[in-house]
């Protein structure tokens, strides 16, 4: 089955304990991307990444890291989390442009709900 | 500058009735895509239906229609026939043309079906 997996779904934690929120895709989609979701706010882009090894900003990637050292896997990285990154989190993949359609829609995972104390 | 805007934080309709989300977007890119997702109470995001700036028609699929207003830059979803698993929060997005597949989120609005 299509999918893409995010591990933990849930986590409570304290300010200052470094955390990685995994994301795994098994489509051998080139496009990832993290958001975090905010009432009132939508979602909001904090990275995303065109292929392996190559990883850029999206809108709010303060307080952030990433890595892409594998197609499938692409790892969000809290070093020091603080309670204002109390969100909800998805990850995202798809097709890079020039190889699927442009009307394909981004595959999400299921949301990892994080607090931070 | 809010990209997509969704007006309604919250709506109420009656089952087996037809409910429309607002959503206009701003954009300068001639090439761009719409997107509507669903998110139910359990979180996950559900991908509903697509119109790209280049299409002719209103897209549709099953119970789900975009009406599709581009001098005016709306792109408003209408679910037919409401049902209670119709109950969720709705988004709109878009993905401009020049950029990579970055999505723009508008804020939601949160549906609730009545029986």
């Known amino acids: 089955e299509a999918q893409v997996t995010q591990n933990p779904r849930y986590l409570i934690t304290v300010t200052g304990k470094k955390l990685t929120v995994t994301c795994s895709q098994n489509?051998?989609?080139?496009?990832m991307s993290w958001y975090r979701q905010d009432p009132g706010l939508g979602l909001r882009q904090i990275y995303y990444?065109?292929?392996?090894?190559?990883?850029d900003k999206g809108d709010v990637p303060e307080g952030y890291k990433v890595s892409r050292k594998e197609k499938r896997n692409f790892p969000l990285i809290l070093e020091s989390p603080s309670p204002n990154q109390t969100s909800l989190y998805f990850c995202?993949?798809?097709?890079?442009?020039?190889?699927?359609?442009?009307?394909?829609?981004?595959?999400f995972g299921d949301g990892t709900r994080l607090s931070i104390l | 500058a809010q990209k997509i805007t969704q007006t309604q934080p919250g709506m109420f309709v009656q089952e087996k009735e037809a409910v429309t989300l607002d959503c206009t977007y701003d954009?300068?890119?001639?090439?761009?895509?719409l997107f509507w997702y669903k998110q139910p109470s359990s979180g996950e995001m559900i991908f509903l239906i697509y119109?790209?700036?280049?299409?002719?028609q209103n897209a549709t699929e099953g119970r789900y229609s975009l009406n599709f207003q581009k001098a005016r830059k709306s792109a408003n979803l209408v679910i037919s026939a409401s049902q209670l698993g119709d109950s969720a929060m709705y988004f709109c997005?878009?993905?401009?043309?020049?950029?990579?597949?970055?999505?723009?989120f508008g804020a939601g609005t949160t549906v609730t079906v009545r029986a």
């Open positions: 489509m051998n989609h080139e496009y």
């Open positions: 995202a993949s798809s097709l890079s442009r020039g190889r699927g359609p442009l009307n394909q829609p981004q595959h």
């Open positions: 990444s065109m292929n392996v090894e190559v990883t």
């Open positions: 119109q790209g700036s280049y299409d002719q």
């Open positions: 997005a878009m993905r401009e043309g020049i950029s990579d597949y970055k999505l723009s």
């Open positions: 954009t300068s890119d001639p090439s761009y895509g």
